[in-house]
């Protein structure tokens, strides 16, 4: 049997390995196990239920809600029937539900609980196409006389009553589309089942990837990286995932499952960051002292590893006094190694994991590119780069520094966009990511920021925010920032501090304050950030300098799991939030600025913007002596 689509992967396991888990979820704190098999006859009762109700090749399958396996059943049983799976942010409200499904042309649905069925609800006016819901909850389906909702159990009891063959297991094609994945304000992606499963074979190539493994499924099924590492990956090698019971809930499942390996975007390996570095925070003297040592230790060995020098063993040392403890209590001490992707991740952040023992490697690949265009290899890696190029993916960099992509990665296209697909395909071929970059002498590739982000300074000089932004979060006691000054005459950014970070050394200079809004109000803060400001100038052209700062007492925050993951909408977001801010860092004269009132996204009323490198001459006056 050719594996060269999903559900032919499926069926292949079930054949080969039956009585092996396939998934496993945690319901009532108890871990269900679903078997091969089990979930090759799951899949096939879907599908004959879908069927029975008018489901047909080319049809649209909506899935929302958390990682469940029968939502992943759900979407194999539409490719099986030529159909394609739409899987849909979790935490979408009806407005945007209603907009995916209106321009999917999806006639019908499979959802997690009475939330998301509440969602499809109050859309139901908006979403004249929509012929069926099924809910996973029965009492969803039981709260209202909708002819157009059923419960699972109902489906899947007409599925195995019914004996009408579902071909499309045995006869669908590679080039056929799998999936349509969706994001806000942007048209869909159609990714082929060659697409997903190039990927796939790539991560195979370069990792190592066993049928013994676990793995732990516990991001949206929205965001192509758990198309790739969950769905896909796990057909093509046969290894266990495993749902948490709820995403509030799945850093303690982790612990308890232990993955072999982990992908996740830059926000949750900071997370993790700084729920181990809180515990250190309260942890007695002798065990802060400890973990701040180490701390020190591990950032000394990555280092000396990035130059391709030896850790030393002082590592080794910290290793065992520390770092062993700390990957247990977060669920990694079985990780053989590990992705990162979506996003940039602060080079502190990495450096801090490696030296923790973890074999962090950051990657790149948008939806339109099936998740992996390129990866770090075990070894040396600069921090500032996604590493080399998958097998069998080709980038070139054009003369605008566009990262331009050819492999079997490269999607079918953008949905009922044939002129948005043309827009983003040159003449000969190659995909435009719409990302500026570069690739080093070693092939490496560094992405510095979106094209439509770059901007230019007043004087012409060219102004990229990622970069910068990316930059300034090497500093340890920078969590985030957001830089600004298109069109300006300098450069300023909002800076979100490090709270673990900012706490350890207000002890360690024995300051007062604990929470982040009273480390923020301490002078001796504001001078520390603009000294560690003008240490990452050092690194930066003088044209782009931040000259002018503003400190946030609070995080900077995702909206909604999409943010989470996407930094171009994570930053748009935040922007939109703060630009009463931004333009107040650019006022002249600029030493005390009152946040507008009705901006209530920043705490408190008066909040401090600083010059980093002493005060900026404006061209609207003249400076003073």
Same mark, same amino acid.
């Given at each position: ?435 500026a970059g570069a690739l080093d002498a070693t092939g490496r590739l ?5 094209? $439509? %982000?770059?901007?230019?300074? !007043? #004087? @012409?000089?060219? +102004?990229?925010?990622?970069? *910068?932004?990316? =930059? ?6 920078? $969590? %985030?920032?957001?830089?600004? !000054? #298109? @069109?300006?005459? +300098?450069?300023?950014?909002? *800076?979100?501090? =490090?709270?673990?970070?900012l706490a350890e050394w207000a002890e360690r200079h024995r300051l ?114």
């Amino acid at each position: 049997m050719p594996a060269d689509t999903l559900p032919r992967l499926l069926r292949r396991n079930a054949a080969t390995m039956g009585a092996r888990p396939a998934m496993r979820e945690k319901r009532h704190g108890i871990w269900q196990t679903l078997t091969w098999s089990g979930y090759e006859t799951l899949v096939l009762q879907i599908a004959r239920g879908l069927a029975a109700r008018g489901f047909r090749a080319g049809d649209r399958l909506a899935i929302m809600g958390d990682n469940r396996p029968q939502l992943y059943a759900a979407l194999l049983a539409a490719q099986s029937l030529g159909g394609i799976g739409v899987p849909l942010w979790p935490d979408a409200d009806p407005a945007a539900i209603a907009v995916m499904l209106n321009n999917a042309c999806v006639r019908m649905a499979v959802a997690e609980d009475q939330e998301q069925i509440g969602k499809l609800r109050a859309a139901k006016d908006q979403l004249p196409d929509l012929e069926l819901a099924v809910s996973l909850d029965p009492r969803a389906a039981r709260d209202g006389d909708a002819a157009w909702l059923i419960d699972f159990a109902t489906l899947q009891r007409q599925g195995a009553a019914s004996t009408a063959p579902v071909d499309g297991i045995a006869d669908g094609r590679p080039d056929q589309v799998a999936l349509l994945l969706c994001r806000t304000g942007q048209p869909g992606v159609m990714l082929s089942h060659a697409n997903l499963l190039s990927g796939a074979r790539s991560i195979a190539e370069d990792e190592e990837v066993r049928p013994t493994d676990d793995a732990l499924c516990f991001l949206p099924m929205a965001w192509i990286g758990d198309v790739l590492y969950s769905l896909t990956l796990g057909l093509s090698v046969g290894f266990t995932c495993n749902c948490p019971e709820s995403p509030e809930t799945a850093a303690r499942d982790l612990r308890e499952i232990g993955p072999n390996f982990l992908a996740a975007p830059p926000v949750i390996w900071e997370s993790w960051l700084r729920a181990a570095e809180d515990r250190g925070a309260h942890a007695s003297r002798v065990k802060r002292a400890a973990f701040g040592w180490a701390r020190r230790v591990a950032e000394a060995a990555e280092h000396r590893r990035e130059a391709g020098l030896s850790r030393g063993g002082t590592r080794l040392l910290a290793d065992r006094l520390v770092f062993a403890a700390l990957r247990d209590q977060l669920g990694l001490s079985r990780l053989r190694w590990a992705h990162t992707g979506g996003m940039p991740v602060a080079a502190e952040v990495w450096r801090l994991f490696h030296g923790f023992g973890v074999n962090l490697m950051q990657t790149y690949g948008p939806a339109e590119l099936a998740g992996l265009v390129t990866v770090h290899r075990t070894g040396p890696a600069a921090a500032d780069t996604v590493g080399f190029p998958a097998p069998g993916t080709e980038i070139r960099i054009a003369g605008d520094g566009e990262v331009q992509v050819r492999g079997n990665n490269v999607c079918l296209g953008y949905d009922g966009g044939s002129a948005a697909t043309r827009a983003r395909t040159t003449d000969d071929g190659w995909w435009r990511t719409g990302e500026a970059g570069a690739l080093d002498a070693t092939g490496r590739l560094t992405i510095h920021d979106r094209l $439509a %982000d770059i901007g230019r300074l !007043a #004087d @012409g000089t060219r +102004f990229m925010p990622g970069a *910068i932004e990316a =930059h300034l979060r090497r500093s340890r006691f920078i $969590a %985030d920032a957001l830089a600004f !000054a #298109d @069109g300006e005459q +300098f450069v300023a950014a909002i *800076i979100a501090p =490090h709270r673990a970070a900012l706490a350890e050394w207000a002890e360690r200079h024995r300051l007062s304050g604990t929470s982040l809004a009273q480390l923020v109000a301490l002078p001796e803060t504001r001078a520390l950030i603009r000294e560690e400001l003008r240490a990452c100038n050092a690194g930066l052209p003088a044209p782009l300098h931040v000259r002018r700062f503003l400190l946030l007492d609070h995080p900077l925050e995702a909206e909604d799991a999409e943010a989470r993951l996407y930094r171009d909408r994570f930053r748009r977001l935040a922007i939109e939030r703060y630009a009463g801010l931004a333009d107040a860092l650019f006022r002249d004269p600029l030493r005390s600025t009152e946040v507008p009132a009705e901006d209530a996204a920043v705490r408190p009323a008066q909040a401090m913007v600083e010059d980093v490198e002493g005060p900026v001459v404006s061209r609207l006056e003249p400076a003073h002596a």
